[in-house]
């Protein structure tokens, strides 16, 4: 809004004025006009405009408003503002600054005008100034203000759900400054928790509230809060009523300040965690199980898994990736992640498990399971056969019968064992078939498939077939 200041009402005069200016010929009175307005009009009595000086650059729709009538050049709501300044002008008062708007077709244009008699009265000097920059800071302005009242009405909004919460939670939660251990905040819970009365404990030291056997924990519970993120829970006591209570504590910062964000939660000497006895016989199953997340890095295994793979505790497995340690890079992961995706679940996978810088790896049979959702977690069963392997005596294993379980051998097994489980399966087959052909006669069958009768029966005795006590020749 304008005000007298844009005006010269009440300013300090020039006190040489006459020294300095009577000299002022047309062309230094032009230029002083010029510069005084970014827009300059001149005008006759009747608000006719007899010349005009601006920029056609910024002013392209002005250039032919010499001839017309100054408030013919403005909007409807402006027209009552030239009416004035030319009235005022006759009555020889001093002008204030007053925004009209131009019509163009670019939009309007705002435009700040103050009007100057000269000749005598004779003629009318309109300067103008462009308030198109001003209008854009304005909104701006006007733009940022709002967005920060939307900021702080969201912050309230925060503030109020989150104080809510605080003062609702049946939790201890205490808010301590680092430094000093002073209580800046309390819920009424820790007030109930500790004896206090309610809102008495703002502005107490943490340590007041405490057993004096308890100070040194608390301390270092502090210090350990500072520097880690996982900082276990502690049994501490309270000073009224010789409480024991479970004491957890987040650092957090704000305000370039140190906070803690300190949790109790009762307990007694007779009160033990409660430990879901599924998981308790989890870990001591004797198959490996582990549990990993969707990217098949580790979350948690049982004694079993972490013996398997020699590690020192389930702690130095988190995070790892499965591919480390169980089967053949980028093949069985791979297909049991897409026996999951078919059939819901993955069974009896043989497969290899990979301790340390060992390539070949303990044959192991495996099981899988995925769970649903957005964030869903695996979950697999492992089983050592490699010594089941070794304490079975030659040809008893089970050789694959037909080409179709052969083939699904395929990424369990590496192709030089496949070739090696299909020669077998040939060499039994033709066997059988020359057995079958000569009745049972050894020395006959030897003779067609072009043995000796030592390898035949080397043969037989490794692939389990026939009477070996017995010759039928």
Known sequence: MLTRKHSIDGKHPFEKATELFRTLDADAAMKLAMVAGDVTLVLDDT?????????????????NWIGSNWIETVTDESRPKIMEMLAAARRGEV?????????TRDGEVPIRYAVLSVNGGT??????RDLR????????????QQSLERDYLRMRQLEARYRMLFERSTEAVLIIEAASLKIREANPAAHTLVGARAGSLAGKKLPS???KSSHDTMQALVGAALVSDTVSPARIRLSRGARDVMVAITGFTQDRGQYLLVRLVPTTERMAPPVSPVLELVDQMPDAFVVADANLDIVTANAAFVELLQAASVDQLRGRHLSE???RPGIDLDLIEGQIDQYGAARNVSTVLRTGHDVEGEPVELSAVRTGGDDPHYAFVIRPI?????????????LPRSVEQLTELVGRMSLKDIVRESTDLIERLCIEAALSYTSDNRAS??????LSRQSLYSKLHRYGLGNLAGDND
């Open 445 to 450: 069958a030897a003779e067609i498939l072009g």
């Open 386 to 398: 490699g010594r089941r392997l070794r304490d079975l005596p030659p040809g008893s294993q089970d």
């Open 209 to 211: 509230v405490l057993d």
């Open 95 to 103: 002008q204030h600054w007053r925004q009209v708007n131009h019509p």
């Open 47 to 63: 608000g006719t405009i007899l010349d005009a000086a601006f920029d056609p650059r910024e002013f392209p729709a002005f250039a």
């Open 325 to 327: 340690s169980i089967g």
């Open 133 to 144: 920059e001003a209008g854009k800071l304005q909104q701006r302005l006007l733009q940022v």
């Open 123 to 128: 003629h009318r000097i309109a300067f103008g």
